[in-house]
């Protein structure tokens, strides 16, 4: 079971504020990972539950919209952890609309936060992944990498998006002994699901086809990225792992 163990590792949680991204992070930090955490706020709550778990953590505030921090977001992990083993591509915004009202800043604004800048920062990770001749990084995909989804265009183009860059990147940096994979949630309880869980008839809707029955909780999510980050997936490369209870089976 030491192949689990993240223990000296040094990893980049993207959007870690609350959510999948905060499970995520602190299920790293328990299993040893030192972590720094990248997004618009301070993730106080994060930074205290990984300091409860006796691990190092970093908080580097920078707007994932723009591909301009990008750079610094790598470096500043690098400065402050030591070094950098694990990437993880979680922040993401959702926008909803009819297709036919659907603006071009909706469009823009959800892919260059979903899909442009996780690849400009897995590009600058992977300069540092490649020389040290290890590393991981792993987005975060979705049930839209598979299926269209109802009124949110942006976002199922985005993470149809994630997923073939996440196979193109694979197929890139395995020789340097770089795995890349994603995690599709399937219906989390979480801030961006807000909206769905308080309508009464998509939600009734959605659970009548979830196997499993229930939502998903941030946590459900934490158990495959700590797999993901560890030397347990050293030959596990290219893919998109659904964790989505049953959905896509049903």
């Keep these: 079971m030491t192949d689990f163990s993240l223990a000296d590792r040094r990893a980049l949680v993207t959007g870690a504020n609350t959510g999948i991204g905060q499970a995520i992070a602190v299920a790293l930090a328990q299993a040893g990972a030192d972590v720094a955490l990248a997004g618009r706020s301070q993730p106080g709550e994060t930074l205290a539950l990984i300091g409860a778990a006796g691990r190092k953590a970093v908080s580097i505030t920078a707007d994932l919209s723009s591909t301009e921090p990008l750079a610094r977001v790598v470096e500043e992990t690098v400065a402050g952890l030591g070094g950098i083993d694990i990437l993880v591509n979680n922040a993401g915004i959702i926008r909803r609309n009819d297709l036919a009202q659907f603006t071009e800043e909706d469009w823009d604004a959800v892919v260059d936060t979903n899909l442009k800048s996780l690849f400009f920062l897995s590009q600058a990770a992977s300069r540092y992944l490649t020389a040290q001749g290890r590393g991981k990084i792993i987005n ?23 997923a073939g860059v996440t196979r193109a990147m694979a197929n890139e940096l395995a020789p340097a002994n770089v795995q890349v994979n994603a995690i599709a949630p399937g219906y989390i309880a979480t801030n961006n699901t807000a909206a769905l869980q308080a309508d009464e008839t998509r939600n009734r809707q959605i659970l009548e086809r979830i196997p499993s029955g229930r939502w998903g909780r941030p946590e459900d999510i934490a158990g495959t990225a700590v797999f993901l980050a560890s030397g347990a997936s050293d030959y596990v490369t290219g893919q998109v792992l659904a964790v989505d209870g049953g959905w896509l089976a049903r």
Excluded: M
């Design 140 to 162: 975060i995909a979705s049930l839209l990498s598979f299926q269209g989804g109802i009124r949110v265009p942006s976002y199922a183009a985005a993470k149809s998006g994630v």
